[in-house]
């Protein structure tokens, strides 16, 4: 198993920046890709940025150049660094990561963008 708690949501304004924190516990050897989805009310859970064991990242369209995904292997640690944050980009963040073939999600973190 591996549990996932995720740091560093909150209320900022918009063109602001947050960084999101991921910590991973657990059978951590097991962790190939791990990312970042988030879900608004009434909105389906949208995948926003991935990073595979190797480094490679991949990103949703309505994120791409604003958002950073890195991961801190010797911390099992995902981040999504977010900048010029849109009102759009409110929602509840989860961090997941992916063993096997089978997602873990962590509790979710909640994100406000709002003057």
């Known amino acids: 198993q591996v549990q996932l708690v995720e740091s560093g949501g909150g209320l900022v304004q918009p063109g602001g920046s947050l960084r999101l924190s991921c910590a991973a516990s657990?059978?951590?050897?097991?962790?190939?890709?791990m990312g970042w989805a988030r879900q608004a009310p009434g909105i389906q859970r949208e995948l926003v940025a991935t990073?595979?064991?190797?480094?490679?990242?991949k990103y949703a369209d309505s994120v791409e150049g604003r958002f950073t995904i890195s991961r801190d292997n010797a911390k099992n640690t995902v981040y999504l660094q977010m900048n010029s944050l849109k009102p759009e980009d409110t929602a509840v963040y989860y961090c997941?990561?992916?063993?096997?073939?089978?997602?873990?999600w962590g509790q979710g973190t909640q994100v406000t963008v709002s003057s």
């Open positions: 657990g059978s951590i050897f097991s962790i190939n890709a």
């Open positions: 990073i595979t064991s190797g480094g490679s990242t």
């Open positions: 997941n990561a992916e063993t096997y073939g089978v997602y873990h």
